[in-house]
């Protein structure tokens, strides 16, 4: 995605064995953990990575707002979510996604030590999307 869109400069959702960037925040401590909750700060001043867990995708998408942040945020193609129609209305992305890209169901996402979560099946079984949002 940084190849595709802009580098981003901070990772929001990691931790030190899945972070690829040298600033990032986790939930709780960690070494080289710049900060920890990335509710708590503002994104504004950033290129933004952002793949929250699902029960965070609302939260993140509110944060984006309030924030008048940019970033990449990559989500799964859920449209019964709570949060999809905050991203789309009738099949249109609204107006702050800017760009759309689908990943590959297959070897798109790389699972951490919890191997039982949703994200665990490869190929998964339903498409994920990731959407940059400029200022």
Not at 41 to 70: C, Y
Not at 120 to 133: E, S
Request: glycine share 2%.
């Amino acid at each position: 995605m940084n190849a595709l869109w802009d580098k981003c400069t901070i990772y929001r959702f990691a931790s030190h064995y899945n972070s690829h960037h040298e600033r990032f925040n986790s939930n709780v401590w960690y070494p080289a953990t710049e900060k920890i909750d990335a509710f708590s700060q503002f994104w504004r001043n950033d290129m933004n990575w952002l793949v929250p867990p699902p029960s965070m995708i609302t939260k993140t998408l509110n944060k984006i707002k309030q924030d008048k942040a940019k970033g990449i945020l990559i989500i799964p193609v859920w449209k019964s979510a709570p949060y999809w129609p905050i991203i789309q209305k009738k099949d249109i992305f609204h107006e702050f996604i800017k760009n759309i890209h689908y990943l590959p169901q297959k070897d798109c996402i790389f699972t951490g030590d919890g191997k039982n979560g949703v994200f665990a099946d490869n190929p998964l079984k339903f498409k994920m999307v990731a959407t940059l949002k400029k200022q």
